[in-house]
């Protein structure tokens, strides 16, 4: 909602204010800024919910503030009209920013607690290009959580998050991954209730794992050895590359659930896949319309000759190369979390 601009001042200090139209009359709002700034006990300090003593004054919110009722701040002011327009408030000190002001009744408000806001980011130093690394940050006061904070996160000088942190515990977790050789540098920055920015900056250097030799058991033979991609994760799925006649690489997934080699049809086109008959296939998502073919490919420069397969039409993903492969030709499987390897044995 958009409000009026009013000119207005604290003490001789200059705010931002709007005029809200309450119950017919209108009255003016003071930013937020003035309850800080006269070192008023803010208990939470959120966009458009700002709380002093544990109380919630009458308050708007527009995109650039929250304002809060001049007269709920829980301080007398003075007011006087200012030449050409808007008003002066005056508390009892004169002062914005060293002394206590006074309470609507003319009383001391209570003692304002001692606040210590202090900001916690963890972060990993190092990290599997392809997996996730999470930044965890805690707001606190006095070493404990401090919830609803406004924190913002930069992502190599960009922002790219700006949120609250939990209402309960303070937290927050915002996970980055890179896919190759690359050093990221994140910047956490959030303003206290008390007005000081806090900044942690760490970084993170992503590294893909290098393939090394993977021992071969006594009673097999190393037919090829392939390399994890970056992207692989082997609780999950494990990606690797085979090679199109043509010369083109294809990322496909090691896939023990998918019987037969199952590719798409863009990748049969690379491949140079031929219709060697129809058939229905079926699964969770239902039915659909397939043809068996046979595909010639190599895997690290091991070639493969007619390599039984179905190219299914309505198949999206990247191509699964299913276990029948090995069960067809005899093939022992090594899949290596340790060496980052994918050993054929025969």
């Known amino acids: 909602?958009?409000?009026t601009s009013v000119k207005a001042e604290v003490n001789s200090k200059s705010y931002p204010a709007v005029q809200v139209n309450v119950n017919g009359v209108?009255?003016?709002?003071?930013?937020?800024?003035?309850?800080?700034?006269?070192?008023?006990?803010?208990?939470?300090?959120?966009?458009?919910?700002?709380?002093?003593n544990g109380v919630k004054p009458p308050q708007v919110a527009d995109s650039a503030t929250t304002y809060i009722q001049y007269d709920k701040f829980g301080v007398d002011f003075t007011v006087q009209k200012l030449d050409g327009g808007g008003f002066n408030f005056t508390t009892s000190s004169g002062s914005t920013t060293t002394s206590p002001a006074t309470t609507a009744t003319g009383s001391t408000p209570p003692s304002t607690d001692t606040h210590s806001y202090t900001m916690l980011v963890t972060e990993p130093s190092?990290?599997?290009?392809?997996?996730?690394?999470?930044?965890?940050?805690?707001?606190?006061?006095?070493?404990?959580?401090?919830?609803?904070?406004?924190?913002?996160?930069?992502?190599?000088?960009?922002?790219?998050?700006?949120?609250?942190?939990?209402?309960?515990?303070?937290?927050y977790e915002w996970d980055i991954t890179e896919t190759s050789d690359k050093t990221d540098t994140m910047t956490v920055s959030w303003t206290d209730p008390a007005g000081k920015v806090h900044t942690v900056t760490n970084t993170t250097a992503f590294?893909?794992?290098?393939?090394?030799?993977?021992?071969?058991?006594?009673?097999?033979?190393?037919?090829?050895?392939?390399?994890?991609?970056?992207?692989?994760?082997?609780?999950?799925?494990?990606?690797?590359?085979?090679?199109?006649?043509?010369?083109?690489?294809?990322?496909?997934?090691?896939d023990t659930g998918a019987f037969e080699l199952m590719f798409t049809t863009s990748t049969a086109a690379t491949l140079g896949l031929q219709n060697e008959g129809s058939l229905t296939v079926s699964g969770v998502?239902?039915?659909a319309s397939a043809y068996y073919s046979s595909a010639s490919f190599s895997i690290n420069g091991v070639q493969f000759s007619d390599i039984p397969c179905i190219v299914e039409d309505s198949f999206t993903g990247k191509p699964l190369f299913g276990y029948k492969f090995f069960v067809d030709n005899g093939y022992d499987l090594l899949v290596s979390q340790k060496h980052n390897t994918i050993t054929i044995m025969k």
Not at 30 to 45: F, G, H, Y
Not at 217 to 245: G, K
């Open 126 to 171: 190092t990290a599997v290009a392809g997996t996730w690394a999470p930044i965890v940050i805690t707001t606190m006061d006095n070493g404990k959580p401090l919830g609803s904070q406004v924190i913002t996160i930069d992502q190599n000088g960009v922002q790219v998050c700006k949120d609250t942190t939990d209402a309960t515990n303070g937290g």
């Open 26 to 52: 209108y009255t003016t709002y003071l930013d937020w800024a003035v309850a800080r700034d006269l070192k008023l006990n803010i208990t939470k300090a959120v966009y458009n919910d700002v709380e002093i």
């Open 207 to 254: 590294e893909v794992p290098q393939a090394s030799a993977t021992p071969t058991p006594s009673d097999d033979s190393t037919v090829v050895v392939a390399t994890m991609l970056p992207d692989s994760d082997p609780s999950d799925a494990v990606f690797f590359e085979i090679t199109a006649p043509n010369g083109q690489s294809i990322e496909v997934q090691l």
């Open 285 to 287: 998502g239902g039915t």
């Open 1 to 3: 909602m958009a409000y």
